[in-house]
């Protein structure tokens, strides 16, 4: 059974950081792709970025690029959002996600990040950024 916890929300004032975290089990996301989402009050949930595990490529939205790095850790299956230079708009439920179909390379590398693309979802940690 896939699982995905996150971890790591809360609240800062603009220009905070915060570091998200996401425990993958039951999933060989080593040779998948894994993304980030957020979806704010009222608005669609929205690609953060992604990264393909084997080789650590990784792609974001531009509105986080510069700001925020994804990384990983796959001894301890884990998975990070690094949020730096946070705003009032990042303020989201934050989700971690897995490919629909693990070692899908294509997942990763779409000119756009697709929901229908990954399959498994974390319930989401809420990130607030005050001004």
């Known amino acids: 059974q896939v699982q995905l916890v996150e971890s790591g929300g809360g609240s800062v004032q603009a220009g905070g950081s915060l570091r998200l975290s996401c425990l993958v089990s039951g999933y060989t996301y080593s040779r998948s792709c894994m993304g980030w989402f957020r979806q704010a009050p009222g608005k669609e949930r929205e690609g953060v970025g992604r990264i393909f595990a084997l080789g650590g490529t990784t792609t974001y939205a531009d509105s986080v690029k510069g700001r925020f790095t994804i990384s990983q850790d796959s001894a301890k299956n884990m998975l990070y959002l690094q949020m730096n230079s946070l705003e009032p708009e990042d303020t989201a439920m934050y989700y971690c996600?897995?490919?629909?179909?693990?070692?899908?390379?294509?997942?990763?590398?779409?000119?756009?990040?697709?929901?229908?693309?990954?399959?498994?979802w974390g319930q989401g940690t809420q990130v607030t950024v005050s001004s």
């Open positions: 996600a897995a490919a629909r179909y693990a070692g899908a390379w294509s997942t990763c590398t779409a000119p756009t990040m697709k929901l229908t693309d990954f399959g498994y």
